[in-house]
């Protein structure tokens, strides 16, 4: 009999097996599809020799990642690249501001208005956000604070709804950029803890970089799958699990899937019945023939660009595809384009791009035009330099991706206390109404990213129950 069985071989389900054989337990990971990875994967989407992220592509919580930072993944060919600035928000008039490795830089593109305030914000967590990052992504109750005071200090400013920190700022600049940062979940920005989001984000990039993985991110479930098997650990693919008695004896069942799926699985009736799913985003990959071309100069030495006018436009964005039923006209855009770092992702002096906007959850539309009006606002000529375009909206992204109900990559609506209190309000988020069931996805604190924690999280709790069962 296996010690634990893994479901799923997206990053958390890979880190929670690699937790628990690196400790003595004897594990084997089971996965659907015919590779493992997730939402951390890479493929020829659109034309031969150009490699795309089918979901995540910048890991500023990749690689500032508590537990990733306790494996030796480079070993395993893992390496991340950084571009000359991690992220830049353009506006219609030319300008941009941007969020850089260096703190005054940053502040610095906020204007003389703004540039001190947001020092000020940053100032009590740039030096402590190795352990701030590992006390707050432990939460609820699997590790005791290493720096309570910073933890607390971080809790009083993000607690709070973005609208109300953002009044700090003077400026469109500042606010706009930050109500990007806050936008990354999905959720309307005035949402409680929306501040702790967009701080996350800002102290991410201050300490590592917004970086992509060499090769694409599939190199980050790549390297922890090699990790796990030199661990002496299993992972089998083309595995389709409908009912536990699919799985081989085991004394734990792990599983980074939704609270729908591990429900149904494990036959767990309504325990998850009340989880909300959250707003869906309709995706394009894009092959170029060259540069997205930026009328600003910033973005185009960014590895992450944010897209919209105002703080106004990505709040109505992320109104409408959460509460109003209907897709923006103007979305706010989250834009990743890897080959400024790393050129190897296409062939030479080509580029690969990949844009995102904000739709209800199920959408069936298309909003492929809505999206490429809203970049030649920003970069005119960009449909000049399309060679081919693949594109995902949500029935297509669940299709691909079974935790991404409704197109919901976050794979739970990131608002109201299931923000940080989820898939269910219980000081034991990992555990399940089964006493050897365990959900370790990004349906589990610290929730969506590729990073791990719930991975690590969750492991905790099954050796902790391992142990005291003998």
């Not at 479901?7 to 958390?12: L, W």
């Not at 039923?325 to 890897?338: D, H, M, N, S, Y």
């Not at 365990?438 to 349906?443: I, N, R």
């Amino acid at each position: 009999m296996l010690d634990a069985v893994v479901v799923g071989a997206g990053p958390n389900g890979l880190t929670a097996a690699v937790e628990l054989a690196r400790r003595g337990f004897s594990v084997a990971v089971f996965e659907a599809r015919d590779s493992v990875g997730g939402g951390a994967r890479t493929e020829e989407l659109t034309l031969p020799g150009f490699r795309h992220d089918p979901c995540s592509a910048a890991h500023p919580l990749g690689i500032s990642s508590p537990v990733f930072k306790t494996m030796p993944l480079h070993r395993y060919g893992l390496q991340w690249l950084h571009a000359d600035l991690p992220m830049a928000h353009p506006f219609p008039d030319g300008d941009a501001a941007v969020l850089a490795r260096s703190v005054a830089e940053t502040a610095a593109s906020f204007g003389p208005r703004d540039a001190g305030t947001y020092r000020r914000l940053v100032a009590p967590f740039t030096d402590r956000t190795d352990t701030l990052f590992r006390d707050f992504m432990s939460l609820p109750r699997t590790a005791l604070p290493r720096d309570p005071v910073t933890l607390a200090r971080f809790g009083l400013a993000g607690l709070p709804p973005s609208t109300w920190l953002m009044r700090r700022f003077k400026d469109h600049r500042a606010k706009t950029l930050f109500a990007g940062l806050v936008a990354h979940v999905m959720a309307p920005l005035g949402g409680v803890a929306t501040s702790a989001v967009g701080l996350v984000f800002a102290l991410a990039a201050h300490a590592e970089g917004w970086p992509v993985a060499r090769g694409g991110s599939q190199a980050i479930s790549d390297a922890l799958t090699a990790y796990l098997t030199d661990l002496g650990g299993a992972v089998h693919t083309d595995y389709e699990v409908k009912r536990l008695d699919d799985l081989p004896p085991a004394r734990a069942y792990v599983f980074d899937t939704s609270p729908t799926a591990v429900a149904r699985i494990a036959g767990l009736g309504h325990t998850y019945e009340g989880y909300r799913y959250g707003a869906g985003v309709f995706k394009v990959d894009y092959a170029l023939d060259g540069p997205v071309p930026w009328t600003a100069e910033e973005p185009r030495r960014a590895g992450t660009v944010q897209v919209a006018a105002d703080e106004r436009e990505i709040g109505t964005a992320l109104y409408l595809a959460s509460r109003g039923g209907k897709a923006p006209e103007r979305p706010f855009l989250i834009t990743v384009q890897p080959t400024v770092a790393d050129p190897s992702r296409a062939p030479e002096g080509k580029h690969t791009f990949w844009a995102y906007g904000h739709v209800p959850n199920g959408w069936q539309g298309d909003l492929t035009e809505a999206i490429e009006r809203q970049l030649e606002r920003f970069a005119p000529g960009f449909s000049d330099r399309v060679l081919a375009r693949a594109t995902a909206g949500p029935p297509e992204l669940a299709t691909r991706n079974a935790n991404y109900i409704g197109g919901d990559i976050g794979c739970g609506a990131a608002s109201g206390l299931q923000l940080m209190l989820r898939p269910r309000i219980s000081a034991y988020p990992y555990h399940t109404p089964h006493p050897a069931v365990f959900l370790c996805s990004s349906a589990t604190p610290p929730g969506p990213g590729v990073h791990g924690m719930s991975g690590h999280n969750a492991a905790k709790a099954v050796w902790r129950r391992l142990r005291q069962s003998g």
